[in-house]
């Protein structure tokens, strides 16, 4: 079993410590890696290189960042399958789920490299004896934290549109992945990137995270992860009166009505809510159907997620892994309990094997039940019935989370009317919850978040704007 180093200044270094920390294998409980258990001393020792390193990089001709960038997506591409190794080992992905963050974090290198080149300002009509502009610059060194649900490319949003726009990176990834966020800085290393210009420390969120976004050479924090982390980096950014980048949890809603193809419907559900066991900030969170359709949709529901091949992530038949951790199955059970306590009628599911959670269906679900209002995080598809539309976008808005929705109907006046009205960043009409693409503005309304990421949206969080004039001729003062 390897024990793994943090990548400072371009250099692979033990904590000062000395200490370390087991990175476990979810389905298996046995230890995956070890990993360098960082304090506040590694966060200095990173800050200093990164902070020393941002004048050289945002010096460095934007052709060359983008060819970095996009050396780095080359070698991701040739290294699939160790990456695809690690995302299982200790983040519990299944193949498929593997291979397909893998592809969409070649496709974000990809686009972080090209738009290393279009960093606009804009010019202004504004006084004719002037020439008016804005310039973008980087904010300077940025802090990036990110989750282990898809710790590669949630990540990756931070780190390559960090350094596609001139920034110097700390990255921290979560504590039960830390490999893979090793990994991306040795998939950077190996693309040349300048020594100190991303520095990969690792340990515990709490300590790191308020020595990093305590620290005055950090200018800017961009988090991914749980609400109520989001709520005290906030508070934490907000002292310092540092900007930051929250994308935080979800309930996400699946709107079906009664016109919507129910087979169709079923698959756009199952996927929803059971792709990586529900362990997505997009996952399918409650499934809302008109009333005549309920009974047919939640059977066909049930029959579908309960033929889901489930068990061991590394094999490639396998939909259905393990939950991250005890604590994920603790939480994910007490929720079904809940809702069964409470009067829900359980379809299937409800049940789990080590940290395999079978995927649950469950009817009858009402306000009261923590699956209508808490983000559960495990393949539990909590089916609530409605009158209409209207009574669907309510239920659909009761939730103090805001990040994405999936409506399936085949009225466009409803799906207009249910894609405007829904209170979330994200919505997509005739589709499940989940969809993410490198270029488009990722992120959540209310408490799902603040700000967005993703092609543009990223490059406008991470650099800052300067309105520039040039007097043509001589100004006149009036004194
Ligand atoms: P988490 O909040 O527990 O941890 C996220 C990161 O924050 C980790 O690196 C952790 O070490 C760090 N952290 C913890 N405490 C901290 C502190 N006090 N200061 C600074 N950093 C700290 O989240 P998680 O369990 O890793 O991820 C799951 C959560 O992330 C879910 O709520 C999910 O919905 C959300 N998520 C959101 C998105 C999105 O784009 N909106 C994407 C994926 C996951």
Redesign the pocket.
Known sequence: MKTYQMFINGEWVNAVSGETFDDLNPYTGEVYARAQKGDEKDADRAMTAAYAARKPWSGTPSIERALVISKAGHILEESRQEFAEVLTGEGGSTFGKAMFEISQTIDLLATAAADSKRILGETFHTDPSKLSMSLRSPRGTIVA??????PLI?AMYKVAYGLATGNTVVF?????TPVIGLKIGELFERAGLLAGALNVITG???V???A??DDDRCSYVT????????R??AQ?AAAKLKGYTL????KNPLIILADADIDYAVDAAAFGVCMHQG????SVGRVIVEQPIVDEFAAKLAKKTAALPSGDPSNPETVVGPL?NDAAVKKVDAHVKDAVSKGAELLTGGTYEGRVYEATVLKGITKDMLVYQE?T?GPVAPIIAVQDEKEALEVANDTSYG?SAGVITQNLEKAIYLAEGIEAGMVHVGNSSIDAEASVP???FKD??QGR?GGFYSIEALTQVKWVTIEKARHHFPF
């Open positions: 934290i990110s989750p282990w649900n898809f949630l921290k990834p979560a504590s039960n515990p969120g709490s790191l995270g308020n990093l976004i988090l991914t992860g749980e609400t109520e982390t989001g005290h980096v934490r994308e935080l949890g979800g362990q997505i900030c997009m991250i983000e995080f990040l990722f992120g959540g799902s978040g990421e």
